[in-house]
């Protein structure tokens, strides 16, 4: 695991968002009522996709804790939100990009290995701002060769 580490400015999006756990994980709810509405968002500024995750702070991985998941996609202002839609600003800040191609079976194994091997071991800690994946043009839905980038929020440790 080899991240590239970068300061990503602010972004703005809009989307839905639902609350739940690892235990009770509703993301394909989410991105089925996500998808049919994704072309009412006015002034989108990429074909990219959003998958967000804002943790509580201190968040402990635990199965039953929850945690709030949005679909978006990024716009140039705010001036229209279609309705049953949100808006949300990530914050500019560092994150470690890794690059993830697979389908979803192995996600989680990645995921685990971001938290328990390459964090532990580099000289960053996890910041309290929102992680996302980056799905763009090489994303396929549960394919073997789909391809996304995960930004995992960090700052130097203290």
Known sequence: MNPAIKIVPNKKLIGQKLSFSYSDYRA?????NFMPRRKEIQNTISSDLFNIQINPENFDFNPNTLFVKWAAVAVSNFEVIPDEMEKIEIPEGLYAVFHYKGDQNNAANFFRKIYT???PNSNYEL?????????????KTNHPDSE??????????S
């Open 28 to 32: 394909f709810e989410l991105w089925s």
């Open 127 to 139: 910041d309290n701002r929102p992680q996302f994946e980056i799905l763009g043009e090489k994303y």
């Open 148 to 157: 996304e980038e995960i930004y995992i929020p960090i700052k130097f440790k």
């Open 117 to 119: 091997e390459w964090l």
